[in-house]
RNA sequence: GGGCGAAUAGCUCAGCUGGUUCAGAGCGCCUGCCUUACACGCAGGAUGUCGGGGGUUCGAAUCCCUCUUCGCCCACCA
């Protein structure tokens, strides 16, 4: 603990050791906090990585946030849960095993279901869920302890129960629709789960010849190949060109099947021909149309989206796209493909592998959503939910006003079995759907079948809020941490997990399972492309966390990021994206290294905490700090509370970097060298404002925070910071009186750094300085005492030493100087500030830069005469706007009056 | 096609309820410094028609309209 500590902080040095540490303190269990075991809630789910997923920086954003505002929030006392868990992701999962086994030349046919879903546990076993262990290099401070897995017994339990009782209520169905399927992955998939994307495709335009040879109707259609299973064209009832026809028959081409033309309100006149061929087994419309008119479903496609027995042989077994081209091919040497036109229009694509998705019909499970929907709206209409941004509401809104029926089932086998069997007597036949499994019909004891299908994924999700607290099950932490509060999600998977959490929550429990919903932005590249594996523009966050430390990493990811907006990173150039967190954090470890090894410098060793100071004891300087501290206290806090982190870390940094670092750490070393006066007070102010700052920036760089934080004197080597009480405002501390006076001091500092940089003088030369209130020759009508500046003036005279060290003075003066020629700034309230450089320097050049400025002043002044000459302005704004209007005016007049005195002592022409 | 958002310094972005944060921060750039916490640093400096146009107002980066460009969500015009 008192080793001397390097120069250069090396995050992968402590940062494991201290995660360590915490995680064996238990620091991270709900009551661990400083608010103790009866302290109110607070209850953030992780969104469950898939098992097999490895760390990204979509994760590393989601996570950051989600451990920075729990590390807020248990530090403020409450009793802060962040569950985590990861989720066995059905289709991803199994595509990834089907994938090792591809490479031993099998199929998951091959294996057979038991044995493919053995390897895939043993596969899932193997990897271990490393991804956790990864969120944990980045510092999430999740209850590891309650970690889930949703093929866990207690959340089968759990998906089970939801199953059965939604299909007691009537609101789980099987039905025979269209549904979105892969054929690639070989299931069904829910409408969020195809991926509509804009494509550039084409629009053929097909001649179906009427079947008395009368002439024909025309169809345009984006999918030629679908026509083999066409069993009608139709056309809008109303349509004049194609009234007549309504009722007779077409021949098929290529199938040479008749076909009814039947009339449909459905169909749009003014699109394509004002005709539509009609495929009921391939295209959800058609299915519908279908339906109206009694017509027959021909499914032309294999599961794997080739051609099938119902279509011709010489299309029998050819892939779909082969065959639309054969299709076309056939109509256009028949003389029947009347045109072919570029059409852009929206493609269902597989979300886990990116095929195109296939509407086939066939037998699912649905769940009925618009039950479900209505309160989850409301809830959000009373504002009892509420989202971050705003906006995002809207998406919510829409989503579920339209919303459609879920299909859940699954044509996999990786995943939470479809708990229904079905009784294989022929005279039963009947369907149980049951809690426990079945060996026999309950109704007849004849044999049973479970159901092959499997559940989807987001089915055990959505239940996660309760399901991860031991429901079905009324248990303690059920009571304690449901409903919870925040939830930090992707804005892709609004729809998928975070609505139907709130409509899962509302059925089984009428309850939101959390009130805020925060949507973070997305992880791109400089070109503002999406970060992916595909399009190799990822960064690895475990990389980052190596070179640059994860809490550098964390400040680039919360600081790069302002409410709802997506974050840049450069793929190309780590140091220009984490060089920022770096450098802070290093800034921090030594200013950590300066407070510290001054404590217990001779000849005041402070043994323990340092002692409490009294009011009266205080510098400006002091004063100054501790309103600046109590000021970021409230900055911060506020910013965290509003979900606004980007806005906290500049804050802190801000007051640790510019405040704290540049100018109190500066201010004080005189004081803590040597026996000078106050030395201990000092080092008090700096130790207990460095601790705030500490505290309010740990949510966002836990390592660093803690390692300096343990550090300080009189710390127990069990104290953490991670669960130190959030520093609270202080109105003793609020002092505008310093914040203004000291202000002034860092002016006249830096004016006399400019004239120095400006004159080139050498760093080391020290110069003499004079400042004054009033410019004015003496004895001259303009010079008349004003009580403020004399005020000013007795600050920085408190401030001397602070002044003439800062600004490297061999001597200050405050009044006027009997010398003309040097350096001159005037500042915003008219104190003169002149640094005499003699033959040093160039009175034509100081005279042009004296003039710049005064006109630019001028300008300033003018237009503000102008502002206050407007009878409008004097008139409609308010009397302080006036009033301050007024100051401004006078203000910049004084300072420019000021500042043409002084060219006038020049001699300037 | 419907809904929503964004455009501010070379880059990434703050700027919230119209006027004291009003034109800012970080990075980059220029100048000078190895000043006994830190060169991952210190000090000083340059940089903008606040996307174009119109309007409301005493006053607009901020509110309204419009155009342009970019992005997100949704969508069974085949």
């Known amino acids: 603990m008192t ?109 057979g279901r038991e044995a493919f879903v053995e ?64 054929p690639r992955c070989l299931t ?25 040879g009368s002439g024909y109707v025309t169809v345009a259609t984006t999918r030629p190949e679908t026509m083999l299973g066409d069993t009608a064209v139709a056309v809008h009832p109303e349509d004049d060109r194609y009234r007549p026809l309504i009722g007779r028959e077409l021949r098929l081409p290529l199938v040479d099947r008749l076909v009814p033309i039947v009339a449909d309100d459905a169909i749009d006149p003014a699109f394509g021909t004002g005709a539509v061929k009609v495929t009921p087994a391939h295209d959800p419309a058609d299915f519908e149309i279908g339906r109206r008119h009694q017509l027959p479903s021909i499914d032309v496609m294999t599961p794997d989206a080739r051609i099938s027995l119902a279509a011709p042989d010489r299309f029998q077994g050819l892939d779909r ?15 029947l493909l009347e045109k072919t036109e570029p059409h852009r229009h929206a493609v269902g ?223 190309d150039d780590l140091e220009a994206s984490f060089a920022a967190g770096r450098n802070f954090a290093n800034k921090l470890w030594n200013a950590g290294r300066f407070i510290l090894s001054n404590l217990d410098r001779p000849p005041r060793p402070l ?42 870390a500049a804050a802190v940094y801000r007051f640790l970097w510019s405040d704290l670092a540049d100018w109190y750490i500066e201010q004080i070393k005189p004081r803590l060298y040597g026996d000078a006066p106050g030395g201990d007070v000092a080092r008090a102010v700096a130790i207990q404002t460095f601790d705030a700052a500490l505290r309010l920036l740990h949510p966002i760089m836990p390592f660093i925070t803690e390692a300096l934080w343990r550090r300080f004197p009189g710390r127990p080597a069990t104290a953490s910071i991670s669960v130190a009480p959030w520093p609270r405002p202080d109105n003793r501390a609020t002092d505008a009186a310093a914040l203004a006076e000291f202000e002034r001091v860092q002016q006249v500092v830096s004016a006399i750094r400019g004239i120095r940089a ?10 003499r300085a004079f400042v004054s209130q009033d410019g004015a020759e003496p004895g001259s009508s303009a010079n008349r005492a004003a009580p403020a500046g004399a005020r000013a003036l007795a600050a920085l005279e408190r401030e001397r030493t602070t002044v003439e060290r800062l600004a490297k003075l061999s001597a200050l003066t405050l009044g006027e100087s009997g010398e003309r020629v040097g350096g001159h700034a005037v500042l915003p309230d008219g104190t003169s500030v002149f640094v005499p450089l003699g033959d040093a320097i160039d009175v034509g050049r100081e005279c042009l830069r004296l003039g710049a400025e005064a006109d630019r002043l001028g300008g300033l002044v003018s237009a503000q005469h102008k502002k206050l000459g407007n009878v409008q302005f004097v008139a409609r704004a308010p009397a302080d706007v006036v009033a301050r209007e007024r100051d401004k005016l006078s203000a910049w007049a004084e300072q420019r009056e000021v500042l043409l005195r002084k060219r006038e002592r020049l001699g300037c022409g």
């Not at 069904?188 to 008395?212: C, F, H, Q, V």
């Not at 400006?758 to 110069?767: D, I, S, T």
């Open 349 to 571: 694509h597989c979300y886990r592998c990116g095929t195109v998705v296939e509407p086939r019909l066939s037998d699912q499970w649905f769940v009925r959503m618009a039950p479900l929907a209505r309160p989850a709206l409301e809830k959000y209409r009373d504002g009892t939910l509420r989202f971050i941004p705003e906006r995002r509401g809207d998406d919510y809104t829409q989503w579920l006003e339209g919303i459609r029926d879920w299909c859940i089932s699954r044509q996999l086998w990786w995943g939470h079995r479809i708990p229904v069997w079905y009784c294989q007597s022929d005279r039963c036949a009947r369907t149980t759907v049951s809690r426990t499994d079945l060996d026999a019909c309950p109704a007849c004891g004849g044999p049973v079948r479970q159901d092959e299908d499997v559940l989807d994924t987001w089915f055990s999700s959505w239940l996660v809020p309760f399901s991860s607290l031991g429901w079905p099950d009324r248990t303690a932490d059920l009571a304690t941490f449901y409903p919870g509060h925040s939830l930090v999600s992707a804005p892709e998977i609004l729809f998928f997990w975070v609505a139907r959490m709130i409509m899962a929550g509302l059925h089984f429990l009428g309850e939101v399972p959390y009130t805020d919903v925060y949507l973070h932005g997305t992880v791109r590249d400089t070109q503002h492309r999406k970060m992916s594996k595909s399009l190799g523009n990822g960064i690895d966050p475990l990389e980052v966390v190596e070179r640059y430390g994860a809490d550098a990493l964390r400040y680039s990811l919360v600081s790069g990021m302002s409410v709802g907006t997506d974050v840049i990173l450069d793929p």
């Open 607 to 648: 043994a323990g905490a340092p002692r409490a100071v009294r009011r009266d004891e205080l510098t400006l300087a002091d004063r100054w700090i501790i309103a600046r501290c109590d000021l970021t206290v409230r900055e911060a806090t506020e910013a965290y509370e509003k979900f606004r982190l980007n806005e906290a």
């Open 321 to 335: 796209f082969e065959a639309r081209r054969r299709v076309v091919a056939e109509f256009e040497a028949g003389g």
């Open 119 to 182: 390897r895939v546990w043993a596969y899932v076993s193997q990897t271990g869920a490393a991804i956790l262990d990864q969120l944990k290099a980045i510092g999430s401070s999740a209850d590891w302890a309650r970690t889930y897995f949703t093929l866990d017994e207690d959340l089968s339990r759990a998906v089970r129960e939801a199953f059965v009782s939604l299909y007691e209520a009537g609101l789980v169905y099987r039905g025979h629709y269209i549904i979105n399927w892969c």
């Open 188 to 212: 069904a998939l829910s409408n969020e789960e195809a991926e509509k994307t804009e494509t550039d495709g084409r629009i053929w335009y097909l001649r179906y010849p009427l079947a008395d």
């Open 758 to 767: 400006e004159y080139g003088v050498p760093p080391g030369q020290a110069v």
């Open 3 to 111: 080793e001397p500590l390097a120069p250069q902080y090396n995050p992968s040095a402590i940062e494991s050791a201290l995660y360590a540490w915490w995680q064996e303190r238990g620091l991270f269990a709900p009551e661990a906090g400083p608010g103790g075991p009866d302290a109110p809630p607070y209850v953030i789910m992780m969104p469950p990585p898939n098992v097999t997923a490895v760390l990204h920086m979509g994760h590393g954003l989601n996570n950051t946030v989600q451990d920075v505002l729990i590390r807020f929030e248990r530090m403020r006392g409450r009793r802060a849960l962040w569950l985590p868990g990861t989720d066995h992701a059905g289709i991803a999962t199994q595509n990834v095993v089907e994938r090792l086994l591809a490479r031993e030349g099998l199929t998951r046919f091959d294996v």
